[in-house]
T-cell receptor, first 112, second 114 residues
């Protein structure tokens, strides 16, 4: 089955700086890659996703890049704010938005 | 996106007992899923709840331990059977939004087994 690795496990940045979280996956058939943000005690919230027919997608301060050849994808957050502090999970699926396999998570702390 | 609710939101149970968690969606959805999130860990897919047929379980999860029902397109239940402290986790249901081709999560059920 799919194996998703995520790095780093923790990340601290100064407010206003950028944050980058990287994930690799094992199943070359994977074609859907969402990112979820989970605040303490809350449900995971979808923040952005990308499909294998595009290499990059941007939504305001958040962007995701995908390299299918290397089987890795990354989340980029620019101009970080304290409210960006949360645990971020990447995921991958070979069946569209079904059967998501999650990375181990990155705890992002934005220091005011 | 669909509005998803779960009951109970949290519970404390004794080992050896069973707990049934309910997941209700405000619109009909084809795909519903159950995940487990152990304390401080990532999300692990338990099974896909199929309407009108048996659930499809992932490796490491079995029907005897986690029986699932899916009587219609808006509702599913997950039972955690014969619980032990290792079952202490957050259990989340999720649904696939076919139109947006994304997956959304319910608020979760926080379970503590003593």
């Amino acid at each position: 089955g799919e194996n998703v690795e995520q790095h780093p496990s923790t990340l601290s940045v100064q407010e206003g700086d950028s944050a980058v979280i990287k994930c690799t996956y094992s199943d070359s058939a994977s074609n859907y890659f969402p990112w979820y943000k989970q605040e303490l005690g809350k449900r995971p919230q979808l923040i952005i996703d990308i499909r294998s027919n595009v290499g990059e997608k941007k939504d305001q301060r958040i962007a995701v890049t995908l390299n299918k050849t290397a089987k890795h994808f990354s989340l980029h957050i620019t101009e970080t704010q304290p409210e960006d502090s949360a645990v971020y999970f990447c995921a991958a699926s070979s069946t569209g938005a079904n059967n998501l396999f999650f990375g181990t998570g990155t705890r992002l702390t934005v220091i005011p | 996106s669909a509005v998803i609710s779960q009951k109970p939101s949290r519970d404390i149970c004794q080992r050896g007992t069973s707990l049934t968690i309910q997941c209700q969606v405000d619109s009909q959805v084809t795909m519903m899923f159950w995940y487990r999130q152990q304390p401080g860990q990532s999300l692990t897919l338990i099974a896909t709840a199929n309407q009108g047929s048996e659930a499809t379980y992932e490796s490491g999860f079995v029907i005897d331990k986690f029986p699932i029902s899916r009587p219609n397109l808006t509702f599913s239940t997950l039972t955690v059977s014969n619980m032990s402290p290792e079952d202490s986790s957050i259990y989340l249901c999720s649904v696939e939004d076919r139109q947006l081709e994304t997956q959304y999560f319910g608020p979760g059920t926080r379970l503590l087994v003593l």
